[in-house]
């Protein structure tokens, strides 16, 4: 889940450690399946693909599955699934604008479920352009915080090579960049000697929807009911969920 607030980022790694592994690895394989047949069957050539695979490492996708993705992407093997790529817009609870990306091989069964998804969890679809207006595509690089590292630090290391800002979200560092600059972000990390844990282009808010306790519980059970559907790759919010509320929460 994407709302850029850090408790609601942490307890999204939790629920996918209890129970959405499965889920998981399924739109990480898709993810690089995708990146391959769009940009190319070779990591060395394609940057979009050699972040796919190492965020699917990452998380502990299986060798072999990333290399059936590969193989599928380069059309060996068995005859792989074209996806469509959808995005739908919606609000949630309290007036929070909800973009939801995703990637199908049926339009209609990914707008049922979605539809399904909002209405029975206090949501609505949006008509095309009344919610993604208050979203800009951004460059994301994730980077795991380690023992001695300053935000400082990994502001040096990124600046030269187009970062915009580094946000500390808790257990971990947000690079953000320009679309474009996303793979020079990501470089400049390794030849610092930096781990990255994901590195993509994501939407990202430019203006955020502070919610109380309730509102915040009704917001997250949606989200949570939307990554849930099997067509949706992300889900991007402008939740904000103020400390105090947060501690509510936990």
């Known amino acids: 889940m994407s709302g850029h607030s850090k408790w609601a980022t942490t307890k999204h790694k939790k629920a996918v450690l209890d129970g959405r592994r499965s889920k998981l690895f399924a739109r990480l394989i898709k993810n690089i399946e995708v990146a391959g047949r769009t940009g190319g069957p070779d990591p060395a050539g394609n940057p979009t693909l050699y972040d796919a695979i190492q965020k699917a490492k990452k998380n502990s996708v299986p060798a072999d599955n990333i290399d059936r993705a ?78 001695g590292v300053t935000e400082d630090d990994i502001l040096m290391a990124v600046l030269d090579a187009g970062a915009d800002e580094v946000n500390d979200e808790g257990e971990s560092f947000e690079i953000l960049s320009d679309p474009n600059d996303v793979v020079s972000v990501r470089t400049a990390l390794q030849e610092a000697g930096f781990d990255y844990n994901s590195a993509e282009v994501q939407f990202v808010p430019t203006m955020k929807v502070e919610v109380d306790k309730e509102g915040a519980e009704k917001v997250l059970r949606l989200i949570d009911a939307l990554e849930d559907v099997d067509d949706i790759q992300n889900v991007y919010s402008n939740l904000d969920i103020p400390d105090h509320v947060a501690a509510e929460l936990e």
């Open 70 to 147: 590969l193989k599928r992407a380069a059309g060996e093997g068995e005859d792989g699934v074209q996806y469509e790529s959808i995005m739908y817009e919606g609000y949630a609870a309290g007036g929070v604008a909800i973009l939801m990306e995703c990637l199908t091989d049926n339009r209609n069964r990914a707008a049922s479920d979605v539809r399904v998804a909002l209405s029975r969890n206090g949501g609505s679809l949006a008509d095309p352009g009344s919610v993604s207006y208050l979203f800009h595509r951004k460059g994301v690089v994730e980077v795991t915080k380690a023992e």
